[in-house]
């Protein structure tokens, strides 16, 4: 299984970052999540990650893979378990 890393944002209101955190509790996944403005701040986040434009940035170990679009499309190669049902 591949370590989660999840950027997010708190300000504004991020309804992608929660409904990309609600999925991978859903299905058991534990995930890192840093703050973009409290664990890390914007500027540094914008130099670490230039092509990076939305949040939530989802990396798989060290690869991004995109957003709540992509995590939802990839987000079986996590859990690890068979819910039967996908989440939403």
Do not use: H, Q
Not at 19 to 46: C, H, P, Q, T
Not at 54 to 77: H, N, Q, S
């Amino acid at each position: 299984m591949s370590n989660v890393t999840m950027y997010t944002r708190k300000e504004p209101y991020c309804y992608y970052c929660d409904e990309a955190k609600k999925m991978l509790d859903y299905y058991g996944v534990k995930f890192k999540n840093i703050i973009i403005g409290e664990d890390i701040s914007r500027y540094k986040f914008l130099m670490d990650f230039p092509n990076v434009k939305t949040v939530p940035a989802v990396f798989f170990d060290e690869t991004y893979i995109g957003g709540l679009k992509e995590l939802k499309e990839r987000v079986w190669e996590l859990s690890g378990n068979n819910k039967g049902m996908l989440y939403g």
